[in-house]
């Protein structure tokens, strides 16, 4: 099976290697140069001749991911999406392509998390997610680094939250509803932001995900001057600094709560978030060399069979991530 990767940052360029490791003949494409073990083709992946291809994996930054995904779907490919960007993949005109799209951590293994659970409960009546990547200490500058491409943290900062309250969707300002968690054992703190995407359609009364941050990043932010071109300076991710991803996914329905934790803390060079990322979207790019998942339309992670969702969690386990599930049951009183 012939794959093309297109985008080889931190994320990119580990979800080709493990591809290639697969055994794929996986073909990367970027416009700047990058070191790989697959097949390198410097030049604009929109621009570049695809039809040998048997799936494409787009993970350019999400700036431009859109228009890029919108150029392939018209040309009929079968792409797995990766580029998060701010115009959802469903908003794309008809076309004879066939998408997988938001398979990362969050969005991606978040909304299968919550969709086992709403094939098990049915109506959720609180969602809460919470995520983030983050040094392993804080410091006296950002506590933070950037993991993935800046300027999409950047956006992530500033693009309104939708969330769910009431049963309704709603929107609220990014950085809404800072509060401090326990993020297994850490005190941080985590705020709205807009990664509910299409978790927006499954029933429920509450629902929110929310980015996990040191104490104090997200105030230096709201009151700093610096641009985004300093910003992205200042967060430059040190590949040598310890660092982690860590996510909690709590479901409740009815007497019923579900609590998935997630933690990496990287390995063999690979950044925590380019692993729990990318070994999602490596583990989804399999489940489909393997089965026709989709032979049509435009499809967010949740609508993945249940079969395919265990296997994901499987593939993480299996490279060391840590994904732990609780379960309680709230007995009425009397």
């Not at 990362?104 to 978040?110: E, F, W």
Request: glycine residues 8%.
């Amino acid at each position: 099976m012939r794959i093309h990767c297109l985008g080889g940052g931190l994320v990119g360029s580990f979800v080709t290697r493990k591809l290639h490791e697969a055994g794929f003949e996986v073909h990367l494409y970027d416009v700047v140069e990058r070191t790989t073990p697959a097949y390198f083709h410097l030049e604009d992946a929109t621009k570049a001749d695809h039809s040998l291809a048997d799936l494409l994996v787009n993970m350019v930054p999400g700036s431009i991911g859109h228009d890029v995904l919108k150029t392939l779907h018209q040309k009929g490919h079968r792409i797995v999406d990766l580029s998060f960007s701010e115009t959802t993949p469903d908003q794309l005109p008809d076309g004879p392509g066939v998408v997988l799209w938001d398979v990362g951590i969050a969005p991606g293994l978040s909304n299968m998390l919550v969709a086992l659970a709403h094939r098990e409960f049915g109506h959720l009546d609180k969602v809460s997610i919470k995520v983030g990547g983050n040094p392993a200490k804080p410091d006296e500058e950002w506590s933070y680094m950037a993991p993935f491409s800046p300027h999409d943290v950047i956006a992530e900062y500033t693009r309104p939250a939708r969330v769910v309250r009431e049963g309704n969707m709603t929107v609220v300002p990014a950085m809404d509803d800072l509060h401090t968690i326990d993020a297994s054992g850490r005190t941080m703190e985590a705020f709205l932001t807009d990664g509910l995407r299409s978790l927006i359609d499954i029933p429920a009364t509450s629902m929110g995900e929310y980015t996990v941050r040191w104490p104090g990043h997200i105030q230096r932010y709201q009151t700093s001057e610096l641009n985004p071109d300093e910003l992205v300076d200042a967060w430059r991710f040190d590949p040598e600094r310890p660092e982690f991803t860590w996510m909690e996914v709590r479901v409740e329905a009815g007497t019923e709560t579900r609590v998935w934790t997630v933690e990496d803390k990287g390995g063999d060079g690979d950044s925590s978030m380019a692993r729990t990322t990318g070994l999602v979207t490596v583990a989804c790019v399999m489940a489909w060399s393997q089965n026709d998942l989709f032979t049509t339309g435009i499809h967010p992670p949740e609508e993945l069979p249940s079969e395919v969702i265990h296997g994901v969690i499987r593939t993480l386990k299996n490279e060391d991530v840590r994904i732990e599930m609780n379960s309680e049951n709230i007995r009425p009183q009397g």
